[in-house]
């Protein structure tokens, strides 16, 4: 484990609310619910376990041992705990399951082929194996076919909103990094001031 | 690659937008100093973002040089060497490469078949240098026109022979043998290839329709020729900014996990800024007048 300053990229001289808006920053930034059902879970989960421990590190320091990570005292079940997301799942699909959360997609899809019933929740597992490899346009319509057969379903109901908003999350993100739409005049101003400073630059 | 790749310049700091150029002219420069000037022409700015992002994972200070230039050649301009950049450098040319073989395959064009001649020997001193990179794009691509001449409807599978030549280059880039990075590379790279392949499909598309040439949103949005092209844009249009989004979101998960030991501004101002804007102008929110980046 680094330097608890370092992992939260603040200097120890930062104050308390520094330190707690970077914390905040970062926690954002490897949310379970951000990197949920992607290959990449379990390094977002790394992260965030390594930025929680640094935070508490840091309260314990400076506020003589007692510890002051959101949600709880130890590290581990600090802000934003991954786990227990998951409603009624079927006994027959838990080693699917287990194979996509390990993205073993080709095992999952090899064991998924041999179950023969069609469900709701085969094919939305077929379309979560598509998701993993980033085939996004087979696995929004197997999502959506699973979320028409059962309606209900809290779990299709987050994958197929969660899919489909994920171009709004990437704008918002942008847009708190300082894109600015160009239907801004002011903006478009600086643009032609900009292409005449191009011009400069080439001669 | 085509050159979607580009900051939101307005956003950099002078400072950055100095390393910035400097990486573009030191892929430039590598390319010259090692095979010659005229291979130069390959340059595009998608090579200066590979580049800046494999070297990003080292910490060795970028030493920016002020040198003459074939192009400019009475200003001085900054360029960066460094083994990423010559990396790219290759990769660019590398792809070049395939380009020309593929327009003289297709289109049976004399232009590409005289540069084709001319880059004969430059690819003889790639493939001794990079041997297994040239072997697994050439298999991505032969994939991909296979698929073409198959008129693939399936965009899932088209747009995935280049991503996977992007994961490859972006895994194969990088000094490391940690794991944990090559998977987070391997998938910016991924999602990076595949938004560019979706990219040039949406722009060429009334090109595409005019001329009868293969373009896979005509097969998987069942095109009947007789649909004005415009209209058959609007009508897809949501469905593929969807698209391209996705991509670039998921690009942006990754590099939230790749450990980056500097420039990390320049990679985030293009992942998050230069990439959006890219998207929303090709996708015609904006108007087309609005300046290149540089």
Known sequence: ?203 | MLGYVTTEKQELKMREYEIYRGYYCGVCKSIGKRYGQIPRLALSYDAAFLAMVLASLNDEPDMPTKEHCIIHPIKKNTAIRNEAIDYAADVMLILTWHKLQDDVNDEKKASSRAALTLMKPLYKKLRKLRGPLCDEIGCYLGEMSRLEKEKCNNLDQISETFAKILETVFIAGAETTNQDTQRVLGRLGYHLGKWIYLMDAWDDLEDNIKSGAYNPLIYRYDYDGIEPAEAFRERIKSTCEWHLLVCCEEMGKALDLLEIQKNNGIIENIVYLGLLRRTEKVLGKEDKSNGESL
Not at chain 1, 60 to 73: A, L, M, P, V
Not at chain 1, 101 to 115: F, G, P, S, Y
Not at chain 1, 161 to 184: E, K, P, V
């Open chain 1, 1 to 203: 484990m680094g330097n608890p300053y370092e992992i939260l990229g603040v200097k120890e001289s930062a104050t308390d609310e520094e330190v707690k808006a970077a914390y905040k920053v970062l926690v954002k930034k490897y949310h379970p619910d951000r990197h949920a059902n992607n290959p990449l879970e379990d390094l977002a989960e790394e992260k965030l376990r390594q930025v929680n421990q640094a935070y508490d590190e840091i309260t314990d320091i400076r506020k003589g041992k007692t510890s002051n990570t959101y949600g709880g005292s130890s590290s581990s079940a600090g802000y934003g705990a991954y786990g227990g997301r998951r409603n009624t799942v079927s006994p027959e699909f838990a080693e699917v399951r287990r194979d996509i959360d390990a993205n073993r997609l080709n095992e999952a899809a090899a064991k998924l082929q041999r179950v023969q019933t069609r469900t709701a929740e085969w094919i939305f597992l077929d379309g979560m194996i598509s998701y993993r490899k980033g085939w996004y346009d087979d696995a929004i319509s197997k999502i959506q076919q699973a979320v028409y057969m059962d309606p209900q379903n809290a779990e299709y109901n987050q994958a197929l909103n969660g899919l489909r908003n994920a171009g709004q999350g990437y704008r918002n993100t942008a847009y708190g990094r300082g894109y600015r739409s160009n239907d801004d005049m002011l903006c478009t101003a600086c643009q032609l001031y900009l292409c005449a400073d191009c011009c400069c630059d080439c001669i």
